[in-house]
């Protein structure tokens, strides 16, 4: 099968480039970034997704599957670009996989789609819509890009669309949500607080991704492993100093004295858990991860001590 990876130069989508090529998979790897040691037999096209020339890449090509993995985050991207990047790419690679006669598109979310809050369930379901959006506007875009994705399910009934809404991920590339709040010495959380994160080690995330492209479950996801850790464990077990600190007092702190730059409507993302039922998305593919969560944080401990 021929597989268009959109997005391919950030970390985890290397891995599921990767992995499909030893697969036995024909992989096309689209980004605007540079990819400088992808394998030599991979197609690797540096380009914008919402430019004519991935159009070009889609007409030329016609792949059979198209994985995006091409959004960004509130610390990656600042608000109208970030906003651009979401929306109009996404957009764009559902107009082309329309229009170049695409089988299935593989769209690569986000669990935080639900929004941290104090009366959250204790699980989410995926027929749950959007929370919390009022107090952290920046997820506005990653939620709109996740709707546009789930409309083509009535909308395209042609297009066979999996949207997978995975949780946290950590591992060697040290990116990611969950990573970049490791990053520093000191891990901060608001006084009182102490929520339980939902991670998977980013080789499990791969997996799962290439388990959705090769099983083809239609419709939407929730992804998961390992049982949810509390984030001040997370923080120790990795070699972190937790300092809890009263709310409007961290608020003054963020990206100052060595706290991570937060958005501060990401405050209510460590003091309300988000905790996913992936039980679908397991029966749909037989997707199961090879690695727990104590391993997981004991690899990353070695591999980004501070």
Same mark, same amino acid.
């Given at each position: 099968?021929?597989?268009?990876?959109?997005?391919?130069?950030?970390?985890?989508?290397?891995?599921?480039?990767?992995?499909?090529?030893?697969?036995?998979?024909?992989?096309?790897?689209?980004?605007?970034?540079?990819?400088?040691?992808?394998?030599?037999?991979?197609?690797?096209h540096?380009?914008?997704?919402?430019k004519?020339?991935?159009?070009?890449?889609?007409?030329?090509?016609?792949?059979?599957?198209?994985?995006?993995?091409?959004?960004?985050?509130?610390l990656?991207?600042?608000?109208?670009?970030?906003?651009r990047?979401?929306?109009?790419?996404?957009?764009?690679?559902?107009?082309?996989?329309?229009?170049?006669?695409?089988?299935?598109?593989?769209?690569?979310?986000?669990?935080?789609?639900?929004?941290a809050?104090?009366?959250?369930?204790?699980?989410?379901?995926?027929?749950?819509?959007?929370?919390?959006?009022?107090?952290f506007?920046e997820?506005?875009?990653?939620?709109?890009?996740?709707?546009?994705?789930?409309?083509?399910?009535?909308?395209?009934?042609?297009?066979?669309?999996?949207?997978?809404?995975?949780?946290? &991920?950590?591992?060697? %590339?040290?990116?990611? *949500? +969950? $990573?970049?709040?490791? /990053?520093?010495?000191? =891990?901060?959380?608001v006084?009182?607080?102490?929520?339980?994160f939902?991670?998977?080690?980013?080789?499990?995330?791969?997996?799962?991704?290439?388990?959705?492209?090769?099983?083809?479950?239609?419709?939407?996801?929730?992804?998961a492993?390992?049982?949810?850790?509390?984030?001040?464990?997370?923080?120790r077990?990795?070699?972190?100093?937790?300092?809890?600190?009263?709310?409007?007092?961290?608020?003054?702190?963020?990206?100052r004295?060595?706290?991570?730059?937060?958005?501060?409507?990401?405050?209510?993302?460590?003091?309300?858990?988000?905790?996913?039922?992936?039980?679908?998305?397991?029966?749909?593919?037989?997707? &199961?991860?090879?690695? %727990?969560?104590?391993? *997981? +944080? $004991?690899?990353y401990? /070695?591999?980004?001590? =501070?």
């Amino acid at each position: 099968m021929k597989v268009l990876v959109v997005g391919v130069g950030g970390a985890l989508a290397r891995k599921v480039a990767i992995r499909l090529r030893e697969g036995g998979h024909s992989v096309i790897g689209l980004d605007r970034r540079p990819w400088w040691d992808a394998p030599r037999d991979m197609q690797v096209h540096e380009v914008d997704i919402r430019k004519r020339a991935a159009e070009d890449v889609f007409r030329r090509e016609r792949p059979d599957c198209v994985v995006h993995m091409a959004t960004v985050n509130a610390l990656s991207a600042a608000g109208e670009e970030r906003a651009r990047i979401n929306m109009g790419g996404t957009r764009a690679v559902f107009d082309h996989s329309v229009a170049y006669g695409v089988k299935h598109v593989v769209f690569v979310g986000r669990h935080t789609y639900y929004g941290a809050s104090a009366d959250s369930p204790l699980y989410h379901t995926e027929n749950e819509p959007p929370q919390g959006i009022g107090s952290f506007p920046e997820l506005a875009d990653l939620v709109a890009a996740d709707l546009y994705a789930a409309n083509m399910l009535w909308r395209e009934q042609k297009l066979n669309t999996t949207v997978l809404r995975l949780v946290y &991920t950590l591992g060697p %590339s040290r990116t990611g *949500t +969950l $990573a970049s709040f490791l /990053r520093g010495k000191v =891990v901060p959380m608001v006084f009182g607080f102490d929520p339980l994160f939902q991670f998977l080690d980013e080789d499990d995330a791969a997996t799962s991704i290439v388990a959705a492209v090769e099983k083809r479950p239609r419709g939407i996801f929730n992804v998961a492993g390992p049982p949810p850790v509390p984030l001040g464990t997370i923080a120790r077990v990795t070699g972190r100093t937790v300092v809890p600190v009263p709310e409007p007092v961290l608020q003054q702190l963020l990206g100052r004295f060595g706290f991570p730059n937060l958005p501060k409507g990401a405050l209510e993302h460590i003091k309300f858990p988000i905790v996913v039922d992936a039980s679908a998305f397991k029966t749909a593919t037989g997707f &199961t991860h090879a690695t %727990s969560e104590v391993e *997981t +944080l $004991a690899r990353y401990k /070695r591999i980004s001590p =501070v």
